[in-house]
């Protein structure tokens, strides 16, 4: 069974300043989907980035950009330039390309705070 | 194009009674899935519905339970409420593979 790993329940940034949230996944199909969602204290779930596995370039949206090593199942996102609005939970999650498709599964979470 | 929207948005129930959750997804959207997110478990998958099928289905008890209409709009029914069923529920629509966009989640609380 795939599994998502999130090793850091927080994380503190300063304004304007970089982070970087860690994941690691598990899986032995080849063909996937990797996400990062963004909760914040609304609940909404927001998708931040996509990447799929057979693409080697790492994927790009504005701000945030994640660093994919598909030898090593890793998957962290970049945030630069972190914004207060910037402060939420963070999961990542899985996606299988096949048959479990509308299946994601989830990380624990990062609770990310941004310090002003 | 409007969001997933989800109602009701708050629900307070008593332990043994039986609720009903709807989801309409993003118009043009087929595919809807359920997940229950809770402080201990996370979020888990509940099922997934393609074309007024269930596609997939998680490992919850068949208390939890849930359809398509033809319009795409979703259902989901929990009978016979447990203390342990208080979570948020969030839907989840998709128009192809991977992608999923949410709405803004149910807050059941089983009193």
């Known amino acids: 069974a795939q599994t998502v790993t999130q090793s850091q329940p927080e994380m503190s940034v300063q304004e304007a300043e970089t982070v970087t949230l860690s994941c690691t996944y598990d899986?032995?199909?080849?063909?996937?989907?990797l996400f990062w969602y963004k909760q914040p204290p609304s609940r909404q779930m927001i998708l931040v980035i996509r990447q799929e596995a057979y693409k080697q370039q790492n994927a790009t949206e504005n701000r945030f950009s994640v660093n994919f090593q598909k030898a090593a199942k890793s998957f962290s996102l970049k945030i630069s330039d972190s914004q207060l609005g910037d402060a939420a939970m963070y999961f990542c999650a899985y996606g299988d390309y096949g048959g479990s498709q509308g299946n994601l599964i989830f990380g624990k979470g990062t609770k990310l705070s941004v310090k002003p | 194009k409007a969001g997933v929207t989800q109602t009701p948005r708050y629900l307070i129930k008593t332990r043994g009674q039986q609720v009903t959750l709807s989801c309409s997804p993003i118009?043009?959207?087929?595919?809807v899935s359920w997940y229950q997110q809770t402080p201990g478990q996370g979020l888990q998958f509940l099922f997934e519905y393609f074309s007024e099928t269930q596609r997939n289905k998680g490992n919850f008890p068949g208390r939890f339970s849930g359809r398509q209409f033809s319009n795409s709009r979703s259902e989901m029914n929990v009978s016979t409420l447990e203390l342990g069923d208080s979570a948020l529920y969030l839907c989840?629509?998709?128009?192809?593979?991977?992608?999923?966009?949410f709405g803004p989640g149910t807050r059941l609380t089983v009193t």
């Open positions: 989840a629509s998709s128009a192809h593979r991977g992608e999923q966009y």
């Open positions: 118009s043009g959207h087929r595919s």
């Open positions: 899986t032995s199909e080849s063909d996937y989907y």
